[in-house]
């Protein structure tokens, strides 16, 4: 009776035993699991970052010239349309829908006719995929220093034209994406 009882202890400890040794193990396998599933998402991220980075840079590249266009320019009355269609004009390069919706003089700045110049306020609208929003950004930035950007809003999908939009290599916006930013300048005119 006493070897069925050491026995029935000692089986009954080794099976609490491989119990504890396998739920750590299970633990320990499950920890692992979380931090690379964390490292692999992180390295995802990182990727995808990348790769929307060298993606701009490619599109700032191959629209150097006309981001060259923008910084050169002197804005007179005579020259304004012309300027504005330039604008629009790079971003159908780069494989936006560009639309002007509103050009109105500022009229409440006073130093307008000191300086003998007008301030005129532009508003426009692009839709296209978001690398070619953001290269048209990139464009005005580079717009001469009579030309300043007042306000920029980008909106995915929402708002957004329901038309098929193509980016710079002319297929399909990845996954259909369409943003639309709207951007109000500020230009100074000389007259």
């Known amino acids: 009776m006493s070897k069925t009882k050491t026995l029935l202890f000692s089986s009954v400890f080794l099976t609490i035993l491989l119990v504890l040794v396998f739920g750590y193990e299970i633990y320990y396998i499950r920890t692992k699991s979380h931090e690379t599933s964390a490292l692999l998402n992180e ?3 990182r990727t995808e970052r990348d790769n929307l980075v060298q993606t701009i840079r490619a599109m700032r ?5 006309d981001i060259a266009k923008l910084e050169g320019v002197s804005v007179n009355e005579e020259t304004l349309v012309p300027f504005i269609e330039v604008i629009e004009n790079t971003g159908r390069g780069m494989g936006l829908k560009t639309k002007t919706v509103s050009v109105s003089p500022d009229k409440l700045d006073p ?3 000191a300086t003998n110049q007008n301030l005129v306020k532009v508003n426009m609208e692009t839709d ?8 048209f950004l990139h464009a005005l930035e580079n717009l001469p220093m009579h030309a300043s950007i007042e306000s920029i809003t980008l909106v995915y999908g929402q708002g957004a034209s329901s038309e098929a939009m193509f980016d710079d290599t002319g297929g399909k916006t990845p996954n259909g994406k369409i943003w639309r930013m709207t951007t109000s300048l500020s230009i100074n005119v000389f007259k």
């Open 111 to 113: 130093k307008a006719k």
């Open 128 to 135: 296209g995929s978001w690398q070619a929003n953001i290269g």
């Open 43 to 45: 390295t995802d991220a």
């Open 61 to 65: 590249n191959s629209h150097k010239e």
